[in-house]
């Protein structure tokens, strides 16, 4: 019945549909060791123990979300891993914009804000083979009916005061997604395009990863996903971590 709804040329072909299942990146990484086909879509209503980045976990009430993962086999530098995450993201960005008429912006490094709350995770996993990719998972979850109590976050239909269709958005964003692969994930426009959706850009930024914390202007990001800060002691390029506002 899905299947039905996708009208992308390779993403969501096949669909594996599951109503209730512990984590659908789970899943795709197991079908994707298996073999699966570039463009395989696992998409789930629940998850029971679905995952964000380190330990985390992504919560979601049942039916209210977009839960999904899909495999991708992309002929990319395993150090380029991380425009999948942006392409992602600025397909997400899209497909919500045309959808809703609401437009998220992309906090770096992996989320989609909204009303300066977060609407949409993502988490891209990697198999390398030597420099390239065997295969790659993204990860997303999209809150569209209702988020979760207790945290700073949003979803698409408080914000947008009006329903919405989760399979048409969904199918937007795999052409939105489609269209940004089949250009070869190219650096430029990606960032471009990215850059303009940014959340943090121009702003003054602390980024923790791990025991070190990062403070200083969030500058740019480069064909790498980096992001670039102006500290007070020089430029650092940092490559993971989570960022916050300090204005
Ligand atoms: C992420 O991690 O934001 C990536 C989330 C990816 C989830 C999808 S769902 C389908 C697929 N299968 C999986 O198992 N995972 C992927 P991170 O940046 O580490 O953020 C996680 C944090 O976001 C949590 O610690 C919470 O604070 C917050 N969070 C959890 N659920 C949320 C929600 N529904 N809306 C907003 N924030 C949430």
Do not use: C
Not at 85 to 94: W, Y
Not at 101 to 120: Q, T
Not at 190 to 216: A, C, I, P, Q
Request: net charge positive.
């Amino acid at each position: 019945m899905v299947e039905a709804g996708l009208t992308a040329g390779f993403l969501g072909r096949p669909v594996r549909f599951l109503e209730r299942i512990d984590s659908t990146n789970r899943l795709a990484k197991e079908l994707a060791a298996q073999g699966a086909l570039s463009g395989t879509l696992v998409l789930a209503d629940f998850q029971t123990r679905g995952r964000g980045r380190l330990a985390r976990s992504w919560e979601a009430p049942a039916g209210s979300s977009l839960l999904l993962s899909l495999i991708l086999k992309p002929e990319i530098p395993l150090r380029s891993a991380f425009r999948l995450t942006m392409a992602a993201a600025v397909a997400l960005a899209r497909a919500v914009e045309e959808e809703t008429g609401l437009s998220p912006l992309i906090k770096w490094p992996n989320d989609l804000y909204l009303k300066g709350r977060k609407l949409a995770g993502i988490l891209t996993e990697v198999k390398p083979r030597g420099e390239g990719l065997r295969w790659a998972v993204i990860g997303l979850g999209l809150n569209v009916s209702a988020h979760p109590p207790g945290l700073p976050a949003i979803d698409l239909e408080e914000a947008a005061s009006a329903p919405v269709d989760r399979l048409k958005l969904l199918d937007r964003f795999l052409h939105r997604l489609e269209e940004l692969y089949q250009a070869g994930l190219e650096a430029g426009p990606l960032r471009e395009e990215w850059k303009k959706r940014s959340y943090s850009l121009g702003r003054e930024v602390e980024v923790k990863d791990g025991e070190e914390t990062v403070r200083g202007r969030a500058l740019d990001i480069d064909g790498e996903g980096a992001l670039l800060v102006r500290t007070a002691r020089g430029a650092r390029r940092v490559v993971s971590g989570d960022l916050s506002l300090v204005d």
